[in-house]
């Protein structure tokens, strides 16, 4: 079972100044990672000896303030079917949600990390940020027709996964108000070594997709100086059946009769990625990385509307969207002295998302158009990242100082959003010529204080500063402090000010959608949504406080809140009249709130079983001008494992995860209060699973089990609202049931390390 229990920055009670300045210079190590965009592995981790404490990155990284970890054994004993999301929803805090409450794209589900949304979650691989997921077109509601960013490296090639939650996740910038992902990989170690995997799901229901995949990774040295990785990996996961949804779609009329939401769509998936480590001279190393990775759908219908068009029917099978993702880096890190560390890298992310084109328009938004053919959308990003951590040894205090400063340089060329382009027969022309190309760049600089005051007390006071080309300048100071107030409990707190720029659709007045007066705010008649280059940004306040056993049981228990300013939704207020037509912006909602607990608790039973269980519970999520909900997600996540070693070579592992009642929206797209289905709540559920695993040699084991051991089925209904109420046409809104949770599938994996 994953590590889960938050835990914190602090020094052992019966520890030494020495001790003290090992965990300081451990922590040089490690903070980059959780701190500032810095690399973190597990062979990058070195192993650094002062006198008789050893201190390890990983070790430092378990002790962060709101920190998870997944490993590689969890992944193995618990692989996911497809995505790495599969796994993270298992964490405290983690939802899977679509990336609005309107249930468009409903089954396209991502990382949601304390109720902020999928877009206040910064993935990472390596400690270098991912935004391929901002390559895919913005809809009316903050919708994206993406699986997200957690599905660019192969679940067999992970070393772990860190999640990172709360104020110290402000330290990171832009997009990180939710929290952190950390996909870290395997490095290449002293010896040639190499590993293959295989993993087969079959499931119960023919109606759902099954999956099968293959793997490898080779890595070792070349010579004394020079080292290398490779992996690669190929993936299918077949698209639900066409009509799997048929028999519980929400009530609909007149020429929507018979129609039905889509199911989830399949994936093709292919990886390659390599890596060349230098020893330039002692303590100094540089590593060149390049990857390349290729996602491809496997369409099973209409995810945004219905399944009744011609248009969509011609695709079912097909592949209608794909993206080719490339990564180029180089890193360098450097060791000076006994007391400073240095980090730097210059990486590159290029991602082409070619799609067929669909109309942006009304009823035929999300529809693919008549001989439309494919379009392009490309995004390219450039990071450059350089930091120092230095120790000092002070008279009553110990310090880990960490400096540094970053640039991001952003460009999107759209070939494939043009509104009249798109809908010449249903679109007047656009308030705003359409501009496809957006760019913007953050300059920043950090800097972050670990104090330690004797043996029982940290504080890490934090300031960053980034200054966005078309926003300004905005401060991100952060508090976090731990206090050990007696023999295996701690005290913790944090607050930080974190914010997120508007996206390169939002700030973009060249990017325009219509509707003929459906999707239009105040139900006024046809308007159209234009993008807004006088947007500010968005900024929390984010706060939490904890306490944590550390005895015989592991326990935590931790209030959160964070208070939302300036969230960029579509606007409310009529800005123009175009040819008979409102005009709506991208606008900031003054206020919204999130705010629950987590807790966490795990307990040796016998020396060779384990439980462990944590609970994440949501107060409140909402957007205080309108009162609606910014997520919806489960009122409450409880995750329960018992974990048995049954002997040195067999074990099992039974989970079960509990979902709270979820809520719908409270508004339709016009603002008026949902009646009838569209006021549906989802009832709470539960998800089981087993696995265990065999170890049939000391180089080949056997893992086998079951997900959803108890076959507890959902069938999305549709979006959340409905639409054409009033009319013969009526589609009525599902509610809260607009995703898809697969039935019982059975799963068999094997993992050959040579």
Same mark, same amino acid.
């Given at each position: 079972m994953a590590s889960n229990t938050p835990v914190h920055f602090s020094?052992?009670?019966?520890?030494?100044?020495?001790?003290?300045?090992?965990?300081?210079?451990?922590?040089?190590?490690?903070?980059?990672?959780? /701190?500032?965009?810095?690399?973190?592995?597990?062979?990058?981790?070195?192993?650094?000896?002062?006198?008789?404490?050893?201190?390890?990155?990983?070790?430092?990284?378990?002790? /962060?303030?709101?920190?998870?970890?997944?490993?590689?054994?969890?992944?193995?004993?618990?692989?996911?079917?497809?995505?790495?999301?599969?796994?993270?929803?298992?964490?405290?805090?983690?939802?899977?949600?679509?990336?609005?409450?309107?249930?468009?794209?409903g089954n396209h589900r991502q990382i949601d990390i304390r109720g902020m949304g999928p877009e206040n979650t910064l993935i990472l691989v390596d400690g270098k940020p991912v935004g391929s997921r901002n390559s895919v077109r913005f809809g009316w509601r903050g919708e994206r027709d993406t699986r997200g960013d957690t599905n660019w490296v192969p679940a067999s090639q992970v070393e772990r996964v860190e999640v990172l939650r709360g104020p110290a996740a402000a330290r990171y910038g832009n997009g990180a108000a939710g929290g952190v992902v950390n996909i870290v990989t395997r490095h290449p170690g002293e010896e040639f070594a190499g590993n293959a995997s295989m993993y087969f799901n079959q499931p119960h229901h023919g109606v759902d997709g099954d999956t099968r995949r293959a793997g490898f990774g080779l890595s070792g040295p070349l010579n004394d100086r020079w080292a290398f990785r490779l992996y690669g990996s190929a993936n299918r996961t077949d698209g639900d059946?066409?009509?799997?949804?048929?028999?519980?779609?929400?009530?609909?009329?007149?020429?929507?009769?018979?129609?039905?939401?889509?199911?989830?769509?399949?994936?093709?998936?292919?990886?390659l990625n390599g890596l060349l480590a230098w020893d330039l001279a002692p303590g100094h190393r540089i590593d060149f990385?390049?990857?390349?990775?290729?996602?491809?759908?496997?369409?099973?219908?209409?995810?945004?509307?219905?399944?009744?068009?011609?248009?969509?029917?011609?695709?079912?099978?097909?592949?209608?969207?794909?993206?080719?993702?490339?990564?180029?880096?180089?890193?360098?890190?450097?060791?000076?002295?006994?007391?400073?560390?240095?980090?730097?890298?210059?990486?590159?992310?290029?991602?082409?998302?070619?799609?067929?084109?669909?109309?942006?328009?009304g009823g035929t938004e999300g529809i693919f158009l008549i001989d439309g053919g494919f379009g392009d959308i490309?995004?390219?990003?450039?990071?450059?990242?350089?930091?120092?951590?230095?120790?000092?040894?002070?008279?009553?205090?110990?310090?880990?100082?960490?400096?540094?400063?970053?640039?991001?340089?952003?460009?999107?060329?759209?070939?494939?959003?043009?509104?009249?382009?798109?809908?010449?027969?249903?679109?007047?022309?656009?308030?705003?010529?359409?501009?496809?190309?957006?760019?913007?760049?953050?300059?920043?600089?950090?800097?972050?204080?670990n104090i330690y005051l004797g043996d029982a007390f940290t504080l890490t006071p934090g300031l960053r500063f980034d200054h966005h080309d078309a926003y300004g300048g905005n401060w991100s100071p952060s508090l976090n402090a731990s206090w050990m107030f007696a023999p295996d409990w701690s005290l913790r707190a944090g607050i930080a000010r974190a914010y997120k720029a508007p996206n390169l659709y939002q700030g973009n007045?060249?990017?325009?959608?219509?509707?003929?007066?459906?999707?239009?705010?105040?139900?006024?008649?046809?308007?159209?949504?234009?993008?807004?280059?006088?947007?500010?940004?968005?900024?929390?306040?984010?706060?939490?406080?904890?306490?944590?056993?550390?005895?015989?049981?592991?326990?935590?228990?931790?209030?959160?809140?964070?208070?939302?300013?300036?969230?960029?939704?579509?606007?409310?207020?009529?800005?123009?009249?175009?040819?008979?037509?409102?005009?709506?912006?991208?606008d900031n909602v003054p206020r919204a709130v999130v705010?629950?607990?987590?807790?966490?608790?795990?307990?040796?039973?016998?020396?060779?079983?384990?439980?462990?269980t944590n609970l994440t519970w949501m107060l409140r999520s909402?957007?205080?001008?309108?009162?609606?909900?910014?997520?919806?997600?489960?009122?409450?996540?409880?995750?329960?494992?018992?974990?048995?070693?049954a002997t040195d070579r067999f074990s099992l592992l039974a989970r079960t995860t509990f979902f709270g009642e979820q809520k719908p929206q409270k508004l339709d797209y016009h603002g008026d209060p949902v009646t009838g289905s569209a006021a549906d709540r989802m009832p709470a559920y539960a998800l089981a699973g087993v696995s265990g695993r065999y170890q049939l040699s000391d180089t080949v084991s056997l893992v086998a089990g079951i997900d959803n051991l108890f076959d507890k089925?959902?069938?999305?209904?549709?979006?959340?609202?409905?639409?054409?109420?009033?009319?013969?046409?009526?589609?009525?809104?599902?509610?809260?049931?607009?995703?898809?949770?697969?039935?019982?599938?059975?799963?068999?994996?094997m993992n050959v390390d040579f």
């Open positions: 020094c052992p009670q019966s520890g030494s100044r020495r001790n003290t300045l090992a965990i300081s210079l451990g922590l040089a190590l490690a903070l980059p990672a959780l /701190a500032a965009h810095a690399q973190s592995t597990a062979a990058d981790d070195p192993i650094t000896d002062f006198g008789t404490v050893r201190v390890t990155a990983e070790a430092i990284a378990r002790q /962060a303030l709101g920190t998870s970890i997944i490993t590689a054994e969890d992944i193995e004993r618990q692989p996911p079917r497809n995505d790495l999301s599969e796994l993270l929803r298992t964490m405290p805090g983690i939802n899977l949600t679509g990336n609005s409450t309107s249930g468009q794209r059946d066409y009509a799997i949804n048929r028999d519980y779609a929400s009530e609909r009329t007149g020429a929507n009769t018979g129609s039905f939401p889509a199911g989830r769509e399949g994936v093709r998936n292919r990886d990385g390049a990857g390349y990775s290729r996602q491809g759908n496997i369409y099973v219908g209409d995810s945004q509307n219905t399944n009744s068009n011609p248009e969509v029917l011609a695709q079912i099978g097909k592949e209608t969207n794909r993206s080719y993702r490339r990564s180029f880096d180089i890193t360098h890190r450097g060791e000076y002295g006994d007391s400073t560390r240095s980090l730097s890298y210059v990486a590159l992310e290029d991602t082409r998302n070619i799609r067929l084109l669909e109309g942006l328009a490309d995004l390219r990003t450039l990071t450059a990242h350089a930091e120092l951590n230095h120790t000092i040894i002070g008279a009553g205090a110990d310090h880990v100082l960490t400096f540094g400063v970053e640039w991001v340089d952003s460009k999107l060329e759209d070939n494939a959003s043009a509104l009249n382009e798109r809908n010449p027969q249903r679109v007047p022309p656009s308030p705003f010529p359409w501009e496809g190309t957006a760019q913007a760049r953050i300059a920043s600089a950090f800097v972050e204080d007045p060249g990017y325009a959608l219509y509707s003929n007066g459906i999707g239009c705010w105040g139900g006024g008649g046809a308007c159209f949504l234009v993008g807004n280059d006088n947007l500010d940004v968005e900024t929390s306040i984010n706060k939490e406080l904890g306490v944590q056993y550390d005895g015989a049981v592991q326990a935590t228990l931790t209030w959160f809140r964070n208070d939302y300013r300036n969230k960029v939704e579509a606007g409310h207020a009529i800005v123009a009249e175009h040819m008979g037509a409102d005009v709506f912006q991208w705010e629950g607990f987590e807790g966490s608790l795990a307990l040796a039973l016998t020396d060779r079983l384990q439980w462990r909402e957007n205080r001008t309108t009162g609606d909900y910014l997520s919806v997600i489960p009122e409450y996540t409880a995750n329960v494992a018992l974990d048995w070693q089925r959902i069938f999305r209904r549709g979006n959340a609202s409905g639409v054409n109420l009033g009319t013969p046409n009526e589609i009525h809104g599902a509610g809260a049931w607009t995703y898809n949770e697969p039935g019982r599938s059975y799963f068999v994996s």
